[in-house]
């Protein structure tokens, strides 16, 4: 697989040409993206990660000098698939501004709703808690806007850092309980429902794939570009 840096971008205006599909990441701020990117890119570095949520759109210099949108053009030569991977801007941290909050949803909408090569919007959930209200907002900005784009965008919910809640659901059962009654099994229905009953209240189709990941351990990235080949290929 081969990946290049295209561009960054700050506003629709400053996208490139609609000429390849294109394939995108949103979600909260430090809720993984950057390292689920790298991942199922089989990159060490080519999205940024960071440990202060926040930091990567105000202080990084590459953030600064790249703009919050991040484009990549990937050939996966394998499954023969060349497309745009998208980075969108991390929404609905308390240390984001606010006014730099309501420019980047006014960006989410816009894009959602015009841009022509978009394929399949990839949202973000983190595992550890599920959906917070920020993941509500824009579940119901993707039904909202995605319904005015002349093409069909398909949705997958992506749950991150599965070995975190897994790992702690079992200690937890193993401090409790004696016997560990399919703990982990216990732990994926709960993020699973919780998601669901979200989808369904944000107006999204209940019937979303939701794909269960972890960058640490590369769960899920099969399922990712499962989901990824068959949004392109449509
Ligand atoms: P972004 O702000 O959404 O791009 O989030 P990052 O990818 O920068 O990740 C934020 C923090 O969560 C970093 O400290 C990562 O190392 C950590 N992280 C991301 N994904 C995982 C995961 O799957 N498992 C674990 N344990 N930590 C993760």
């Not at 290049?4 to 599909?21: H, I, W, Y």
């Not at 420019?103 to 949202?123: G, N, P």
């Not at 640490?216 to 449509?234: I, T």
Request: glycine share 6%.
């Amino acid at each position: 697989q081969q990946v290049e840096f295209v561009k960054g971008a700050v506003s629709m205006e400053t996208l490139p040409p609609d000429e390849l599909p294109e394939a995108c990441f949103a979600g909260r701020s430090n809720v993984g993206k950057s390292s689920l990117v790298n991942m199922i890119c089989n990159r060490k570095k080519l999205a940024f990660t960071s440990k202060t949520p926040g930091k990567t759109q105000s202080r990084e210099p590459h953030i600064r000098r790249h703009g919050p949108v991040h484009l990549f053009a990937s050939l996966n030569s394998l499954l023969l698939l060349r497309f745009h991977l998208v980075d969108l801007p991390g929404v609905g941290y308390a240390e984001v501004p606010k006014a730099k909050k309501v420019e980047w949803l006014r960006f989410y909408r816009d894009y959602l709703s015009h841009r022509k090569s978009l394929r399949i919007f990839f949202q973000l959930v983190d595992g550890r808690h599920g959906p917070l209200q920020d993941d509500v907002e824009l579940m119901k900005l993707f039904a909202e806007s995605s319904s005015k784009n002349p093409n069909q965008v398909a949705h997958a919910i992506v749950i991150t850092k599965m070995d975190k809640t897994l790992s702690a659901k079992v200690l937890a059962l193993f401090l409790l309980l004696p016997a560990l009654p399919d703990s982990a099994g216990q732990a994926q229905e709960g993020v699973m429902d919780k998601v669901r009953r979200t989808l369904s209240e944000a107006g999204c189709d209940e019937e979303t794939p939701v794909l269960l990941t972890s960058s640490a351990s590369k769960l899920g990235r099969g399922d990712v570009w499962n989901y990824l080949q068959l949004a392109l290929q449509d």
